[in-house]
């Protein structure tokens, strides 16, 4: 079974296409225009272990928002559409990453429905071209396309891109584990039958 989605986007702020395959070794192309953010995505694919192409153009003039909550979108379609009906998949997943002073927390449910936590430090200003608010936005465009409950917890850290690149990690690890297939299991792991 191949766990790959395709998923191209295009409104009047952004066009985007990106490529998932969830069974790969962490290859990624990456170009949304935004430096931080492409930074981000190449990290969570080298630690999630999925292959990843993304090609986009946004308003950049305006500003980062339309694009990073965009490619958060696209990408949690191809997360939906690669999972299929998730049968032999783990589902759960949960791990914890430090990166320096900061300790990113994250814990989330393939499960169809869509939630997101989002507990940081408040963080204002820009790493780079990104503004720092983003890093939620993205999360929420993801949640809601993949079906994802999330939770994002980060107990400390005072540095900003240190706690957005360990929110990116610990999230690609527990997706890792999430999309995991185990012989165990028959079928969906749920009572119901189905998610």
Do not use: W
Not at 23 to 41: A, E, Q
């Amino acid at each position: 079974m191949k766990r790959k989605a395709d998923i191209s986007r295009e409104t009047k702020e952004t066009q985007i296409q990106l490529s998932l395959n969830l069974d790969g070794d962490g290859t990624s192309k990456i170009n949304t225009g935004v430096g931080f953010l492409d930074h981000m995505l190449e990290l969570f694919a080298k630690h999630g272990f999925f292959d990843l192409e993304i090609q986009a153009k946004g308003d950049l003039h305006v500003d980062a928002h339309h694009t990073t909550e965009d490619v958060g979108i696209c990408l949690g379609k191809a997360f939906h559409n690669a999972v299929g009906d998730k049968s032999g998949m783990l589902r759960f997943g949960s791990f914890t990453v430090p990166m320096y002073e900061a300790l990113a927390k994250v814990d989330l449910d393939i499960c169809g429905r869509p939630f997101l936590h989002y507990d940081a430090p408040v963080m204002v200003g820009r790493i780079g071209e990104f503004d720092t608010e983003l890093a939620e936005e993205f999360f929420h465009g993801f949640v809601n396309h993949s079906g994802t409950t999330l939770h994002i917890n980060v107990s400390y850290g005072t540095n900003q891109h240190h706690i957005i690149e360990a929110i990116f990690k610990a999230v690609a690890k527990a997706l890792d584990i999430a999309t995991r297939l185990d012989d165990q299991i028959t079928g969906v792991l749920s009572t119901k039958g189905s998610l």
